[in-house]
């Protein structure tokens, strides 16, 4: 183990024998880090009541602050918590906050995620693997996000909205009600403009099957059609698949409206 002489670290902290912690990080209260994690310069983990777990190769930037109290006025230091997967990377000032009582009491985050600069997740998110946010963009409380998301820069999120799989928001959007999967969304407040084909190309989704992802968000986001009228559209012209099972049973347990 590798911690700068400056650095500050909590008896309650579990490190394991491979991570660095750089010049003036804090690690506060019960923050437990696997193997070869990186905790940068002026980096701050954890907080005094709440408890942090992280899987291997997570990397801190400078100026992080991940586990900390969530910004919920209703929060008495209750001992919540965060837990994170593996090689998740925040970078500058990105800040994710431990769940509330209220919420179930967990923040989650999956594996092989990005974080840009001064990105903001709330407490009681809950974010899947290999998601992408860009720089300066904001979730509130409860937002759920799945595998393979991306976001851009300078996006804002209402609380409790949900974006589906392979899904993509435009920069400088703001988002009040869900996004669906393989959908590309854009607006303030954001719409469903598109099929998101370059990332299911990239997934390795076969053309025929993005033609049938794509025919069924068309019956969601064209033709003036209610959703009960899509769906049954969907089912009757659609291929049935895995995929096209997906996205009608997320928009059918939608509670915020889906983005259209």
Known sequence: MSVHPTAIVSEKAKLHETVTVGPYAIIKGAVDLGANCEVHAHAILGSEYGRFVAGEGNIFHSGAAVGGSPQDLKYAN???TLEIGDKNTFREFTTVNIGTPSGGGKTTIGSNCLFMAYVHVAHDCHLGNHVIIANSSNLAGHVTIEDGVGVGGVCQFNQFVRLGRYSYIAGDSAVNKDVTPFAIAQGKYAVI????????ERMGFEKPEIDNIHKAIRFLS????SIDEALKAIAEECIDSENIQHLTSFVKNSERGIAL
């Open 78 to 80: 209750e001992e919540t």
């Open 193 to 200: 403009r598109a099929t998101n084909k370059i990332k299911l």
């Open 222 to 225: 064209k033709g003036n059609r």
